[in-house]
């Protein structure tokens, strides 16, 4: 059985010479629409996320963090700025590449989940490596792992109805890293959860998506989490107002 | 991803089903009603065919004939000039005519009464269940259709047994008498059909200048039934078609002056867009649903044409097993119907071109929700 090598396991073939800077966004804008209903999202937005690290977006709704994991993560095209991820520029890569580092390189963790409903928890665990190519078989069996170490060992056959809020995001942190992504975004993942929930969840990322040197970035409102962050950066009307170590 | 797929598909089961259902219905109507549109068509040479069987390689007939039951008389001397022909092995005279005829139990009925070549008896029936076709030669003698017989024969007034062997017709006031009863082929046209000699059915028949309706013949050993068929019509003016001709020429007419074909070709296209927009209604839907799992997907670094393989194996998916319900449902209704005399044919053709109406009723339905999905933002996950 031949074992697919995936890319924290290998030396990144990219040009990444930046230290220890996971992410860098220089001076991105983003505007939707045009004419008189254009929304300035972005207003020149700088940023530094660093290996390793746990960087928090907070501010209030509308402010743009969304629009800049959307931005950092390769989901949205910012209109001018630059943004690099592990030394990488999405402007210079095609579609096509970019698609295929974002699978490569990033993990998500959404808000509400976004757990496919049909397939059991490791299944689920396991789309990001059935993204890459990795064979099913293979693939279910790396997620369990995952789901183990996420502490959901004994649910990988349980379907996303069967599971409490919790556990859900927990499949979903499991999902997120599976594949070995180097840099994990996250929107509101404890939104939808109590606070020891949420807590045990944070508790979670911090012990387990951290430990091999990955870089977070959490985009949220709640908080009660801020204690988990090493920097919180504070956004307001597109812009970042300030970058502030957490206590 | 093609599992992801698949579970995706199959995991809500009401709009599964409803999917296979709406494609499964396109598919039954348009195989079925082509099917016994099919059988109709083919119906419509029926006696062509059955007659053709006695070995005749040709029929000669007047240039104006339509069709198989318009036949323009030909005037006696047809008969010998097409035997001097170059090329014929054999001709033999046809006569057939709508009479009316007196039942036993007194009830009239509309008959075509076939008369046959009395020393060859060639163009007969084949299948004869009751007497022998030489049986014929009797006096007065005629045979019947086993079928019609039972039904169109039946004697009504005489608590509606059917007619048999030993009966006597009056056959445009001429006595007759049942010698025999004869399986053939269904047809499309209704009439009951009666068998006798050439010369008892020109005795029978209302008198007339000319009486031949065709003539059968037989091509000789070695040449061309085309260049006899030239021969012929160089030489009489009459025209030549073998019998697959004839029946074609019969079944275009039939189609062209009946609505038969506007008939089945609505019913054919109804099933298509029932098909089409049960099955698309139903797929845009399932897209919509699963909107922000091909958003999160497509996040998460599968690339456009992964998605699109997705859907494509959905489809696919879904319009194989529907197509599968469908025909099979088609032949099964064909099979339990085929003793009640459907005409149902199921032609190669017909289950290929109901695949290929299948997979334009699936990708046309599809294809919206795949433009959706293509179209999609990967970034709207983060939107809530």
């Known amino acids: 059985m031949t074992t697919a090598v995936l890319p924290y396991e290998r030396k990144m073939e990219t040009g990444f010479d930046d230290g220890d800077v996971a ?118 069996e790396r997620a369990r792992e995952m789901l183990a170490k996420v502490g959901l060992g004994d649910r990988g056959n349980s379907l996303p109805a069967h599971l409490s809020g919790g556990q859900q995001q927990r499949v ?75 206590m | 991803m093609n599992f992801v797929a698949l579970k995706m598909l199959v995991g809500d089961r009401l709009k599964y089903l409803a999917l296979i259902a709406g494609v499964s219905f396109a598919a039954l109507l348009i195989t079925q009603q082509a099917s016994i ?29 339509e069709f198989s039951e318009g036949p323009k008389p030909l005037a006696d001397t047809a008969l010998q000039r097409v035997r001097g022909v170059s090329g014929v092995a054999w001709a033999a005279p046809l006569y057939k005519g709508w009479l009316e005829c007196r ?62 062997v030993g009966d006597r017709l009056d056959v ?67 025209d030549a078609h073998t019998g697959h001709e004839f029946e074609w020429i019969t079944a275009g007419y039939v189609l062209k002056k009946t609505g038969i074909l506007i008939n089945f070709g609505m019913t054919i296209g109804l099933g298509f867009v029932i098909g089409l927009l049960v099955a698309g209604q139903t797929f845009y839907t399932f897209v919509l649903d699963n909107m922000r799992h091909f958003a999160a997907l497509k996040a998460m670094g599968a690339a456009n044409w992964t998605v699109l393989k997705m859907m494509c194996l959905q489809v696919l998916t879904v319009g194989s097993i529907g197509y599968g319900i469908g025909v099979g449902g088609a032949s099964l209704t064909g099979a339990a119907f085929h003793s009640i005399g459907l005409a149902f044919q199921m032609h190669w053709l017909i289950p290929v071109l109901g695949a290929a109406a299948v997979i334009v009723c699936c990708l046309a339905s599809g294809g919206l929700g795949m433009l959706r999905v293509l179209r999609l933002e990967p970034s709207v996950v983060f939107k809530g």
Not at chain 1, 219 to 224: G, P
Request: glycine share 10%; aromatic share 6%.
């Open chain 1, 172 to 246: 979903a942190i499991a999902r997120a890293m599976v594949h070995g992504p180097r840099l994990i975004v996250c929107d509101e993942p404890t939104s939808a959860l109590d606070e020891h929930t949420g807590k045990r969840v944070m508790e979670l990322m911090r012990d387990v998506a951290l430990a091999e040197g990955r870089s977070l970035i959490v985009v949220t409102h709640d908080a009660r989490i801020f204690g988990f962050a090493d920097r919180i950066a504070r956004m307001n009307d597109g812009r970042i107002e300030s970058v502030v170590t957490s």
């Open chain 2, 103 to 164: 039942l036993p139990d007194g009830s009239k009925k509309r008959v075509r009464l076939i008369g046959i070549d009395d020393a060859t008896l060639a163009a007969g029936p084949a299948q004869m269940v009751e007497g022998k076709l030489e049986d014929l030669r009797r006096d007065r003698a005629v045979i019947v259709n086993i079928d019609d017989a039972a039904s169109i024969l039946a004697l009504d007034r005489a608590g509606g047994r059917p007619l048999r």
């Open chain 1, 23 to 140: 992410v860098r966004v220089d001076d991105v804008v983003k505007t939707y629409g045009a004419g008189d209903s254009a929304v300035v999202a972005l207003r020149g937005v700088d940023l530094e996320v660093k290996a390793g690290e746990l960087m928090m977006l907070v501010g209030p709704s509308g402010c743009g963090k969304t629009t800049l994991i959307s931005v950092i993560a390769g989901i949205l095209d910012q209109d001018s700025g630059e943004c690099r991820v592990f030394g990488q520029d999405y402007h210079r890569m095609t579609a096509r590449e970019k698609t295929r580092y974002r699978g490569e390189t990033i993990g998500f963790v959404f808000q509400a989940f976004n757990l496919l409903p049909t397939l059991t928890a490791a299944e689920n665990a396991a789309v990001p490596l059935l993204i890459n190519g990795v064979p099913r078989k293979q693939a279910v």
């Open chain 2, 37 to 65: 549109f099919a059988g109709y068509t083919l119906r419509t040479g029926s006696w062509i065919r059955e007659t053709t069987a006695g070995g005749a390689d040709l029929w000669v007939m007047d240039p104006q004939v």
């Open chain 2, 172 to 238: 445009n006031d001429n006595e007759s008498v049942v010698v025999g009863t004869y399986r053939a082929a269904k047809e499309f046209f209704w009439e009951p059909v009666v068998y006798t000699t050439y010369t008892r059915a020109l005795s029978f028949a209302p008198r007339q200048r000319r009486l031949l309706s065709y003539v059968l013949v037989k091509v000789a050993p070695g040449a061309d039934a085309a260049e006899v068929a030239r021969g012929i019509k160089n030489a009489t003016g009459l």
